[in-house]
């Protein structure tokens, strides 16, 4: 909410540095954390069956792409100006979803507060 409120930037290349920061660090979170997840699987072929899995790791795909890829495409063309505000739509629309998930994982952990205590 604070990054739709304060950052007026349509690209990640236009925001003041605060928000490419934040946006850099959650990409690489949830990077690592779909790589550490691959890792887990003794049979790597598996994580194909996992749905959560795929779905997540789409997501992680498609926000490096956003972040990573786009930005570097746009720093290398120099072409800022020229991105429509709306071009990234289905990106955040996922990004959301993501978030969805993410709540619904809280609210899990509310309901089973010994996991909660694992994990502090």
Same mark, same amino acid.
């Given at each position: $909410? /604070? =990054?739709t409120d304060l950052n007026k930037a349509a690209m990640?290349? *236009?925001a003041p540095l605060v928000f490419q920061f934040i946006e850099h660090t959650f990409c690489a979170y949830f990077t690592f954390? /779909?790589?550490?997840?691959f890792l887990a699987y003794k049979e790597k072929k598996h994580c194909?069956? =996992? $749905?959560? #899995? /795929? #779905?997540d790791s789409v997501l992680v795909l498609m %926000?490096?792409? *956003?972040?990573?890829? #786009?930005?570097v495409i746009l720093g290398l063309l120099g072409n800022t100006g020229s991105a429509r505000p709306g071009s990234s739509t289905v990106l955040r629309i996922m990004n959301l979803v993501? %978030?969805?998930?993410?709540?619904? %994982?809280a609210r899990?952990?509310?309901s089973m507060p010994e996991v909660l205590?694992?994990?502090k």
């Open positions: $909410a /604070v =990054d990640l290349i *236009e954390e /779909v790589i550490i997840r194909l069956g =996992d $749905a959560w #899995f /795929v #779905f %926000m490096i792409i *956003e972040t990573w890829i #786009f930005g993501k %978030m969805l998930r993410i709540g619904r %994982m899990l952990l509310r205590i694992l994990l």
